[in-house]
């Protein structure tokens, strides 16, 4: 069974740049997670859906940073406006309905400069 | 909301030496407790998953601890050896998987 995928594995962007990462979370999982694990730090969760529907957004920075699952599958985060803070690596993590557990992906570091 | 504090955040051990890592957190309603292990340039593996019914859980070649008095959940590897070299986080919830907090890691290095 494929585990979670995400890409690009790697982005490195000037300030002020946008970016784009993508999730496929494993076949029938209905909630999805998106975490931001600063180096030398845990993972700090950003936002997750149930399905399409966003459950839980209040530690996305909404300013600049979006996320969709549009068809209650896949997944996208998107920063608009890159600033050197947000340099970590974003992790995507899924989990099934009986939410035994919660299975992570490689994640997408991101270097700002 | 929860704060989950982890120590120490570098740990060098011998193999063969136990090697302990400690959480405390604030949340007295928290009801799961996580311990996952993070090897360079891969996921975050689940090692185990502790509820707050149970105080003493073993698993392969370690135990986890939770003391809810002091609000503190502990790993114990005992016997580490070099393949146990990877950073470990403790994760703390009061709704199963949804919303994780997570301490900052430990870093584990065992050496020969």
């Known amino acids: 069974e494929a585990g979670v995928t995400q890409s690009p594995r790697y982005a490195v962007l000037q300030e002020g740049q946008a970016v784009s990462f993508w999730c496929d979370p494993i076949?029938?999982?209905?909630?999805l997670y998106w975490y931001q694990q600063p180096r030398d730090q845990g993972p700090q969760l950003l936002v997750y859906f149930r399905d399409e529907a966003v459950i839980d957004n209040s530690q996305l920075p909404s300013d600049r940073f979006s996320a969709v699952r549009p068809k209650g599958t896949n997944s996208t985060l998107k920063i608009q406006s890159a600033k050197q803070g947000d340099t970590a690596t974003y992790l995507c993590?899924?989990?099934?309905?009986?939410?035994?557990?919660?299975?992570f992906g490689k994640g997408t570091r991101l270097t700002v400069v | 909301g929860e704060q989950v504090e982890q120590r120490p955040p570098h740990l060098s051990v011998r193999e063969g030496d136990s090697a302990f890592i400690t959480c405390t957190y604030t949340d007295p309603n928290s009801y799961y407790f996580f311990w996952y292990k993070q090897e360079p340039g891969a996921s975050l593996q689940l090692l185990m998953k502790?509820?707050?019914?149970?105080e003493i859980n073993e698993g392969q070649g370690f135990t986890v601890l939770l003391n809810k008095k002091d609000k503190r959940l502990s790993l114990n590897l005992t016997a580490a050896h070099p393949g146990d070299s990877a950073a470990y986080f403790c994760?703390?919830?009061?709704?199963?998987?949804?919303?994780?907090?997570f301490g900052k890691g430990t870093v584990l290095l065992v050496s020969p």
């Open positions: 076949s029938g999982h209905d909630t």
């Open positions: 502790v509820f707050s019914s149970t």
């Open positions: 993590a899924s989990s099934d309905s009986a939410n035994t557990e919660v299975f």
């Open positions: 994760a703390v919830s009061y709704s199963g998987y949804n919303k994780l907090t």
